[in-house]
């Protein structure tokens, strides 16, 4: 396709034929050039088992095609019709109680169903067959955000499938019980029929267990996938994707990425937050990531309300086109929105549509027709790509071990109080409110063509990805590790001599205690009435209930980085997470402050006793070593967002990395593609920028220095 894709989901089941054909009219008023077909039409493609009807499709591809209207076509494997679960209730999936869960909702098959993978790909079969080299179908859409419901199953075919893929993973009954450390509450394994899948227990799962049932779950899905792609395959040679769902935390979407062609992500930021601008820049980065900085496509967003949350918030005047034209500035090459025509009934009819259930006369047709004319003026910026000087680093399987770790904070299902990926959101949040350009990768990367490197607690060591940190420092990089990174190994056992494992020669330091604070929540309090009453109880003093730790320093490059920041900074904090670390080959850090080291590691800011602090006073908080041509930091903290802003300018000055736009006003946004300035104002206020020279693409006009930028709303700049 050339220029910028544009439109959504279509389905076209839910209408009658006249509706159809004036909605196919209305496409092209809209100015849709890519249209999802078939996603949830399983029932409608094969509405008895082995008897496929595919004209009605045929027919409205014909007439798409005709009308300018490329297709994105659905293999229809999304949701199972009724027959499916009634004649072969064994593909329903089972919870981790043993029920089996029931039709009439969607997902509701077991990914390790053989029968079912046969059922979805007999379907895609004759689907490719008839569709494969159909001028008018540009793509294949295979399902649709996998693990969005279902993400495992705990039947007796999985538990066999799970004994199957742990043989192959480790080999012998001896080497699980190794990796799983089966010796601890006598869980030792005899004969692998013994394993069973972690179903609902008198108390804790085995961590180890939790962690490769998780990537079992994760391994069903994607090969599900694969069977499905491999048949499409035979028959056409068009791009294939499955649409992501951000940073979902089911699907380890790294590995899913090599698999598809196209980088495709579902993305609904809640218009209530004032965050969400981030979510979408965010989410942007790491979809980027995937693609390997290739451009990628928005396949799903909400042109108004959604209908999942509690409280469902319609968007803004003008945030439909600035939130389409910031996904462009993060490397989205295609604009599709979830769906093209509000359903009448079902569990969406609440959820918006480009065609909203009052027609042409809304505010919601008005922002669909306008962002479409928008998104052809920007056709130039299609195909380009960003260049950033700075990363992100995450992984997945960390995050999974992170979760299923049991302490110091506990966590349900695998999510930890910080969210899944929360520490690597936070510092990716504080390098975009800086204006820094950013990639999100993996830690399998080359980091070579990075300044700055933020590796945020990747719990798992691993040892190539310390190799590959050190050549960056070596030629020049700034490398940022933060707790809790390296603390256990690929089967979630625990670092053994002191956290960091491979990362500590690198970072000169090793991790010898972890000293969070469990917050409010876990203490009790006492009212003034009962400490008076309890004369022992009532004099304890318990610094970890409190929730932050103050900050201090003595290092001049981050004194001159607050001086320049503002008072404000003066008063450097880190939340709940706190460690004690020591160089390597010590046992106690030796001396604060600049100049002060020990083995050639310098402590640049440390605890200064207040809040929760009190018993950390005088630890390092963060530390640098000098490796080659560059440094290696490690923060043995999580910093609140004012003290992650003071250190990310001070790292962005070591690396010489500038804002993409220097000095914007407040809620004004700098992204840059290849030859392509995006200005995006989220405030409610009019700004007035200087030093714009190029072509406007959107109002064609030619920018000659100073421009006035409305309430949410966007420029981009051919330059």
């Not at 609904?268 to 290739?294: C, F, K, N, T």
């Not at 042109?303 to 600035?322: D, E, H």
């Not at 190029?694 to 109002?699: A, E, H, M, P």
């Amino acid at each position: 396709m050339e220029g910028i894709a544009y439109g959504g989901d279509w389905n076209p089941e839910q209408w009658d034929r006249e509706t159809n054909l004036c909605d196919i009219e209305r496409m092209v008023e809209a100015g849709v050039t890519l249209i999802s077909l078939g996603i949830f039409s399983w029932a409608s493609l094969e509405p008895e088992e082995g008897h496929y009807d595919l004209d009605w499709l045929a027919d409205l591809i014909d007439q798409l095609h005709n009308a300018g209207i490329s297709v994105d076509l659905a293999n229809g494997t999304a949701s199972p019709p009724a027959w499916m679960a009634q004649r072969y209730p064994q593909t329903l999936p089972v919870d981790s109680r043993g029920v089996r869960l029931g039709f009439g909702s969607r997902q509701q098959y077991n990914p390790s169903s053989a029968l079912f993978s046969q059922k979805a790909c007999a379907l895609t079969e004759a689907m490719a067959r008839r569709f494969g080299d159909h001028p008018g179908v540009v793509m294949w859409h295979i399902s649709n955000e996998y693990g969005c419901h279902t993400w495992e199953s705990f039947d007796e075919e999985s538990a066999q499938a799970f004994r199957q893929w742990l043989l192959e993973r480790y080999g012998t009954i001896e080497a699980i019980n190794h990796a799983w450390g089966t010796a601890f509450w006598s869980q030792t394994y005899t004969d692998i029929a013994q394993i069973q899948p972690p179903r609902a227990m008198p108390t804790f799962h085995n961590p180890s267990q939790m962690l490769d049932w998780r990537r079992f779950s994760d391994w069903a899905l994607r090969n599900l996938m694969i069977h499905e792609r491999d048949v499409i395959r035979r028959y056409s040679d068009r791009p294939i994707t499955t649409n992501f769902m951000g940073t979902f935390p089911f699907v380890n979407y790294r590995a899913w990425a090599p698999c598809l062609d196209v980088i495709s992500d579902d993305s609904y930021p809640d218009p209530a937050d004032p965050q969400g601008a981030h979510e979408i820049a965010w989410q942007g980065d790491v979809m980027r990531g995937l693609s390997g900085g290739s451009p990628w496509l928005l396949m799903e967003q909400a042109p108004g309300a959604v209908q999942w949350r509690p409280q469902n918030s319609p968007k803004r005047p003008g945030q439909f086109l600035l939130w389409s034209i910031a996904r462009m500035a993060h490397g989205a090459d295609g604009i599709l929105q979830f769906q093209w025509r509000q359903s009448a009934k079902g569990s969406e009819t609440f959820h918006s549509g480009m065609v909203p259930h009052s027609g042409e006369n809304s505010p919601i047709w008005r922002d669909v027709v306008e962002t479409g004319q928008a998104l052809k003026r920007l056709s130039p910026v299609a195909g380009s790509r960003m260049t950033s000087r700075a990363a992100v680093v995450i992984d997945w399987e960390s995050e999974w071990a992170r979760g299923f770790a049991l302490g110091p904070i506990n966590s349900e299902n695998g999510l930890d109080s910080w969210g899944f990926f929360g520490p690597a959101r936070a510092w990716h949040q504080s390098l975009w409110e800086a204006g820094i350009a950013t990639d999100v990768v993996g830690v399998d990367n080359d980091f070579t063509s990075y300044d700055l490197i933020v590796v945020p607690a990747v719990f798992i060591d691993y040892s190539n990805m310390a190799h590959s940190l050190r050549i960056a420092a070596e030629r020049g990089s700034q490398v940022v590790i933060t707790a809790p990174s390296a603390v256990v190994d690929s089967q979630c056992g625990a670092i053994l001599g002191g956290y960091l494992g491979s990362l500590a020669d690198l970072t000169g330091v090793k991790v010898v205690e972890h000293s969070t604070l469990t917050g409010p929540s876990q203490g009790r309090t006492y009212d003034a009435r009962e400490s008076t009453a309890y004369r022992i109880s009532g004099a304890v003093e318990t610094p970890a209930a409190l929730n932050w730790c103050g900050i201090d320093t003595d290092n001049e490059a981050l004194k001159r980085t607050i001086e320049l920041v503002g008072d404000a900074a003066k008063d450097l904090r880190s939340g709940r997470w706190a460690e004690k670390i020591v160089p390597v080959g010590e046992h106690e850090w030796r001396g604060l402050g600049e100049g002060n080291s020990s083995a050639g590691v310098e402590c640049v800011a440390y605890f200064d006793g207040r809040g929760g602090g009190v018993d950390l006073a005088g630890a390092c908080a963060l530390s640098r070593n000098r490796v080659g041509q560059g440094s290696v930091w490690y923060a043995a903290a999580d910093f609140d967002a004012l003290s992650r802003s003071v250190l990310v300018r001070m790292w962005a000055s070591y690396a010489r990395i500038l804002p993409v736009f220097p000095d914007l006003p407040r809620g004004v946004e700098a992204q840059e593609r290849e030859g392509f300035l995006f200005l995006l104002n989220h405030s409610d206020r009019a700004v007035e920028l200087s030093g714009i020279v190029g072509k406007d693409l959107l109002s064609g006009s030619e920018c000659t220095g100073h421009v006035v930028l409305a309430p949410r709303s966007a420029l981009v700049v051919e330059r």
